[in-house]
Nanobody
């Protein structure tokens, strides 16, 4: 198992930037595909970004493409979500997730077995 703890959320003005982090417990972090999801007020949880085990492949949602990027540091057991040009509609609780899919090196669905507790990101207009 792996435990995930997000950090770095907060309040930012529209157009601003924020980097949130997710740190995992254990020594097998590099075995996990990592994902970022978000859930806004009254909305369903949606995919934001995913990154492969060694960081060689990433995918981001169309809604954040060109503004958000995902990266990881396996030596620090940490995955990052860099968010630029933030918009009020980016306001949400952001969750990181971990999975070990057998046949894929990234995962864009919510089929992750391990989730963090979430960190709030609020973008003011």
């Amino acid at each position: 198992q792996v435990q995930l703890v997000e950090s770095g959320g907060g309040l930012v003005q529209a157009g601003g930037s924020l980097r949130i982090s997710c740190t995992a417990s254990g020594r097998t972090f590099r075995n996990y595909v990592m994902g970022w999801f978000r859930q806004g007020p009254g909305k369903e949880r949606e995919f934001v970004a995913t990154i492969s085990r060694i960081g060689s492949r990433t995918s981001v949602a169309d809604s954040v493409k060109g503004r958000f990027s995902v990266s990881r540091d396996n030596a620090k057991n940490t995955v990052y979500l860099e968010m630029n040009s933030l918009k009020p509609e980016d306001t949400a609780v952001y969750y990181c997730a971990a999975a070990t899919p057998m046949y894929s090196d990234i995962l864009t669905s919510t089929e992750y077995p391990y989730w963090g507790q979430g960190t709030q990101v609020t973008v003011s207009s």
